[in-house]
């Protein structure tokens, strides 16, 4: 395998270590960012992944404050040629050694500018091994990048125990379809595996449906009823969203985190439950903990194996397989090829939406076959039902007919937004300028539920 050399001769990629027992580690050289001119000057940042991102939003790896810096600026990738510095569409450019770049691999000792701050990049020569699944899927996640059989040995370990996991990663990545890989290796397979939305249960009703209640709890509780961590008992619970998690419940889950019991609603006694904790989010805790909204003692007791999946454009190498696999499951002839024009758009395309973005564009390409590169990239939900919307309605009653015009238009309109941003019902409801609840209420009602 070939490395980029850096200008002592010291090779500054990443290279694979195969070992007598067939175990696989991708060794990857000891990197570190930091600033020596600007307004974040000193502030610093290594590789815990094997990707770096830089800006000025709080979920990058190095957060700046430089108004001049874009909020995703740049990233860097550790790849098997090297640490490569790739440009995000930053408003100002990214600078190495003084000439603008797209994108560039890096040698050892380098100087990278950002808006008006000047970063440092240095190589050391010391390792950091990071074990590789020799499996190319867990469960039905698939990936054979190095990234993606990182992840799987983590996984794979972690599911032989009992630990919390915390499954970190945008939307779109596959953290419910991880959780439920994790389920099904570990010896609670046989157990019920059930998946509570933090985010999308009623702020009045969410302790009930954690914890139960008994009946005559609160006004309108006619019946008793078994909470999510009860039901899950002897399998695996998957707290989604945590991180939308009200503050004032947090405290709650800790406890029954730490002491494995719960307490139903209006009952003095507490119920032990045997349960596996999985918990997702797409936000970054620890700026949710900066910022008092999240409690860190309850980050902790999360992370107890903490599992970072990467976007899909970390890992474009993987576009091909992922599709022949979504056209053979979405019913097309596994034989089936794009065309080139329309796999080099696919390859330049940021996948916003990730793998699930990726399965939408290729239902689509098998649906609408005729239509451009470019239409089967960024046609809109809404432009589809458009026909269904401008119909003549003038042989229904008035409010029927209005109705239908409602509903139509609710549809494309929560269509539009979740192709935008990748089906995360956060952001379509902070874009719609809807509560959460509202918003995932109306995607259920119009049957747009992604996950």
Same mark, same amino acid.
């Given at each position: 395998?070939?490395?980029?050399?850096?200008?002592?001769?010291?090779?500054?990629?990443?290279?694979?270590?195969?070992?007598?027992?067939?175990?696989?580690?991708?060794?990857?050289?000891?990197?570190?960012?930091?600033?020596?001119?600007?307004?974040?000057?000193?502030?610093?940042?290594?590789?815990?992944?094997?990707?770096?991102?830089?800006?000025?939003?709080?979920?990058?790896?190095?957060?700046?404050?430089?108004?001049?810096?874009?909020?995703?600026?740049?990233?860097?990738?550790?790849?098997?040629?090297?640490?490569?510095?790739?440009?995000?569409?930053?408003?100002?450019?990214?600078?190495?050694?003084?000439?603008?770049?797209?994108?560039?691999?890096?040698?050892?000792?380098?100087?990278?500018?950002?808006?008006?701050?000047?970063?440092?990049?240095?190589?050391?020569?010391?390792?950091?091994? !990071?074990?590789? @699944?020799?499996?190319?899927? +867990?469960?039905?996640?698939?990936?054979?990048?190095?990234?993606?059989?990182?992840? +799987?040995?983590?996984?794979?370990?972690?599911?032989?125990?009992?630990?919390?996991? *915390?499954?970190?990663?945008?939307?779109?990545?596959?953290?419910?379809?991880?959780?439920?890989?994790?389920?099904?290796?570990?010896?609670?397979?046989?157990?019920?595996?059930?998946?509570?939305?933090?985010?999308?249960?009623?702020?009045?009703?969410?302790?009930?449906?954690?914890?139960?209640?008994?009946?005559?709890? +609160?006004?309108?509780?006619?019946?008793?009823?078994?909470?999510?961590?009860?039901?899950? @008992?002897?399998?695996?619970?998957?707290?989604?969203?945590?991180?939308?998690?009200?503050?004032?419940?947090?405290?709650?889950?800790?406890?029954?985190?730490?002491?494995?019991?719960?307490?139903?609603?209006?009952?003095?006694?507490?119920? $032990?439950?045997?349960?596996?904790?999985?918990?997702?989010?797409?936000?970054?805790?620890?700026?949710?903990?900066?910022?008092?909204?999240f409690r860190q003692d309850l980050l902790y007791r999360l992370s107890v194996v903490s599992v970072y999946l990467p976007p899909l454009r970390e890992r474009k190498e993987e576009l091909p397989r992922l599709i022949r696999h979504f056209i053979s499951r979405l019913g097309g002839d596994a034989e089936q090829v794009l065309a080139p024009d329309l796999m080099?758009?696919?390859?330049?395309?940021?996948?916003?939406?990730?793998?699930?973005? *990726?399965?939408?564009?290729?239902?689509?390409?098998?649906?609408?076959?005729?239509?451009?590169?470019?239409?089967? *990239?960024?046609?809109?939900?809404?432009?589809?039902?458009?026909?269904?919307?401008?119909? $003549?309605?003038?042989?229904?009653?008035?409010?029927?007919?209005?109705?239908?015009?409602?509903?139509?238009?609710?549809?494309?309109?929560?269509?539009?937004?979740?192709?935008?941003?990748?089906?995360?019902?956060?952001?379509?409801?902070?874009?719609?300028?809807?509560?959460?609840?509202?918003?995932?209420?109306? !995607? *259920?009602?119009?049957?747009?539920?992604?996950?």
């Amino acid at each position: 395998m070939s490395t980029a050399q850096g200008s002592d001769g010291v090779a500054v990629g990443t290279r694979l270590l195969e070992r007598a027992d067939r175990t696989t580690s991708l060794l990857l050289k000891r990197a570190e960012l930091c600033v020596e001119r600007g307004v974040d000057k000193g502030r610093s940042a290594s590789f815990a992944r094997l990707s770096l991102k830089v800006g000025t939003a709080g979920d990058n790896d190095l957060v700046l404050s430089d108004e001049a810096v874009s909020a995703r600026h740049c990233e860097i990738f550790a790849t098997e040629q090297g640490f490569l510095l790739t440009d995000l569409g930053s408003t100002n450019g990214t600078f190495v050694n003084d000439v603008r770049i797209g994108a560039a691999y890096l040698t050892k000792s380098i100087s990278i500018g950002l808006g008006s701050s000047s970063l440092r990049f240095e190589i050391d020569r010391p390792d950091v091994e !990071i074990p590789l @699944s020799a499996k190319t899927n +867990f469960g039905t996640l698939l990936g054979h990048s190095p990234a993606m059989r990182a992840v +799987f040995a983590v996984l794979e370990q972690a599911a032989r125990s009992d630990a919390t996991v *915390l499954l970190l990663g945008e939307s779109g990545t596959g953290k419910e379809l991880a959780a439920r890989a994790i389920h099904e290796h570990s010896g609670r397979k046989d157990g019920p595996f059930i998946v509570f939305d933090c985010g999308a249960a009623s702020p009045t009703l969410i302790e009930s449906q954690l914890f139960g209640h008994l009946r005559g709890a +609160f006004t309108g509780a006619t019946d008793s009823r078994t909470g999510v961590f009860e039901a899950a @008992s002897g399998g695996t619970l998957v707290l989604d969203e945590i991180g939308e998690l009200a503050s004032e419940l947090q405290p709650k889950l800790l406890r029954a985190l730490e002491e494995r019991k719960v307490q139903r609603l209006g009952e003095n006694v507490p119920r $032990p439950v045997d349960v596996r904790f999985v918990a997702c989010t797409n936000r970054n805790l620890e700026e949710e903990v900066r910022a008092n909204r999240f409690r860190q003692d309850l980050l902790y007791r999360l992370s107890v194996v903490s599992v970072y999946l990467p976007p899909l454009r970390e890992r474009k190498e993987e576009l091909p397989r992922l599709i022949r696999h979504f056209i053979s499951r979405l019913g097309g002839d596994a034989e089936q090829v794009l065309a080139p024009d329309l796999m080099k758009m696919v390859f330049a395309h940021d996948w916003r939406g990730n793998v699930r973005e *990726l399965r939408n564009f290729v239902e689509r390409f098998l649906a609408l076959p005729t239509l451009s590169p470019a239409a089967l *990239l960024r046609n809109s939900p809404i432009a589809r039902s458009s026909e269904q919307v401008v119909q $003549p309605m003038a042989d229904r009653p008035f409010h029927d007919a209005k109705q239908r015009w409602t509903d139509a238009f609710e549809r494309a309109y929560l269509a539009e937004l979740l192709d935008q941003h990748g089906g995360n019902i956060s952001a379509v409801a902070r874009a719609a300028e809807l509560s959460r609840q509202t918003c995932y209420r109306l !995607i *259920l009602k119009h049957g747009l539920r992604t996950d």
